[in-house]
């Protein structure tokens, strides 16, 4: 064994002796955990899988809910729904505290700020204040129409152009010029650079995060080494869109944004324009790729899954045939199995496979098993996506489970996917916007192209690795289901 793990291998059995003895006098099991030696591995960077993919294999030798141990605290992974929702509820109040793992912060009062940052985007984006967002989604995604129209071979790019212009809008009420539009690329880089893991794999990215010296030497090293471009400074990546809002602010005229209305509470809440600009950049930084890589997701299922597309084309058909109008989001209600092809896209694949890591602020009980105070715990959502009890052949794309007999959606008033965005208090405060985005692109696309295979060779998806999955370029063809023409005017008009 190599000699820097002895002490790892000490702290690690001293906090699992503290950890049975807790269990022990509360007659309750501890999660089981898997072998030492592949969590060593793992933490070592030796198992080179991605985390929850390592993760869904040991729960399914330990079960749904299980353990290991760091040198400071010990990590339990949730790998059910049902778990989830026992122990990451919002009315339970146990599990919210942010863990040190997921973001590097260490202090109490960088907390607090994320907490108002996450009150700021939840008053701008929850189910009924996103609705006055509608006409500019609509406008955005009939952009990105009209882009699969000119350069159809580009989808990959278009996607992404919808998905940060649409943020840009919701952000800072700013219009972006296309796709190299300049503060975009600022703000991306700056996202790049703020979302850089600190480790190689992810299991010695959760090693540097239990040690901290490791990670400020490991910094250091990246210094050294790195041969990155000059770095953008998180300065002008916030600053520069804050202050475009505010100069129009001062003009008077101005569309509104989550930083227009966030600033008019300045005076009445408190807080200031620190805490606005890093709301608004965190939620570009975390909203762009999952809304890009949703998107692409589903062109790939529907790539692979003709027999889907084509029952979703022939309810949008019977909609405009009968209403003559396109479908929108309005429309959410009369278009079930698009709104099936949503959830199923999400939970196909989750875009983001792990969930913000959560601390027990209190102990916590699932079935006969304890969850000791101050665990940190991981939820799975890909092995919940997996789970063949929830969802039979989960590897099959296949909208259908999510409608009853009669074919509407078995559950109308559940989020478009919890476990696509997550539980409990640090569950995504962006779902609403990103469930009507995706409706909207998903539901257009359908009404005015067919999407297939574009060589009769068949290909295996590959998919990007990091914190958000995302499909990389396949073999992808959009083919107009009317007159070029015809579908620009249309996209033209203005309702
Ligand atoms: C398809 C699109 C999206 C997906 C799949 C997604 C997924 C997630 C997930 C899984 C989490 C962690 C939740 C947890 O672990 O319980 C999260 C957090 C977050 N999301 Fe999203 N998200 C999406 C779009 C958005 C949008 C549009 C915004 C903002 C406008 C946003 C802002 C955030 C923020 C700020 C957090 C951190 C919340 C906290 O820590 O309290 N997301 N998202």
């Known amino acids: ?143 990105l129409v009209l882009n699969l ?147 692409r997701t589903f062109l790939l299922a529907m790539t692979l899954s003709p027999e889907s597309q084509k029952r979703a084309m022939s309810e949008i058909d019977a909609f405009m045939n009968s209403t003559d109008k396109l479908p929108t989001i309005e429309e959410r209600e009369s278009l079930p199995y698009v709104s099936a092809i949503l959830r199923e896209t999400l939970r196909w694949h989750p875009t983001r496979p792990l969930g913000t890591p959560q601390v027990a602020t209190e102990d916590n009980v699932y079935g006969d098993i304890l969850v000791p105070k101050g665990s940190t715990i991981i939820p799975n959502h890909w092995a919940m996506s997996r789970d063949t009890e929830v969802y039979p052949n989960p590897e099959h794309f296949q909208p259908e489970r999510f409608l009853n007999s009669v074919g509407e959606l078995s559950d109308a008033n559940e989020d478009d996917s919890p476990l696509a965005f997550g539980w409990g208090e640090r569950s995504c405060p962006g779902r609403h916007l990103a469930g009507e985005v995706l409706w909207t692109a998903i539901a257009m696309t359908l009404a005015n192209f067919a999407v297939g295979q574009r060589s009769v060779v068949g290909f295996e998806p590959h998919w990007t690795k990091g914190p958000i999955s995302s499909p990389l370029p396949f073999p992808c063809a959009i083919i107009p289901r009317a007159d070029p023409d015809d579908i620009r005017q249309e996209m033209y008009s203005e309702d």
């Open 149 to 295: 129209l000119d350069s159809p071979e580009h989808y990959h790019e278009h996607g992404h152009t919808m998905a940060s212009s649409v943020l840009m809008s919701a952000l800072y009420g700013y219009d972006i010029a296309g796709p190299d539009d300049p503060l975009v690329r600022i703000m991306e880089q700056s996202a790049a650079q703020a979302q850089a893991m600190p480790g190689k794999t992810a299991g010695s990215s959760l090693m540097l995060s239990s040690l901290p010296f490791l990670q400020r030497l490991k910094h250091w090293f990246v210094q050294i080494l790195s041969d990155d471009e000059e770095p953008v400074k998180s300065f002008d990546a916030m600053d520069a869109p804050l202050r475009f809002v505010k100069q129009r602010m001062e003009k008077g005229f101005y569309p509104r944004s989550l930083v227009s209305e966030s600033l008019t509470k300045v005076d009445k809440n408190g807080y200031g324009d620190q805490i606005i600009k890093e709301a608004a950049a965190s939620a570009f930084a975390t909203a762009t790729g999952t809304i890009t890589a949703a998107y």
């Open 1 to 143: 064994m190599a000699l820097w793990l002895v002490p790892f291998v000490g702290l690690a059995l001293w906090s699992f002796c503290r950890f049975c003895c807790r269990a022990f006098f509360l007659r309750l099991r501890l999660p089981p955990s898997p072998p030492l030696v592949e969590v060593l591995k793992f933490l070592a960077g030796y198992d080179k899988r991605e985390a929850h993919l390592t993760y869904t294999s040991w729960g399914q030798r330990c079960g749904q809910l299980f353990s290991f141990a760091l040198p400071d605290r010990r990590v339990v992974v949730v790998n059910s729904e049902d778990a989830a929702r026992a122990l990451l509820d919002p009315h339970s109040r146990k599990t919210s505290e942010r863990s040190s793992l997921a973001q590097g912060s260490t202090s109490v009062q960088v907390d607090d700020a994320r907490d108002i940052q996450r009150k700021l985007i939840n008053d701008e984006f929850n189910d009924s204040a996103v609705t006055t967002y509608r006409p500019m989604i609509l406008r955005k995604v009939k952009q």
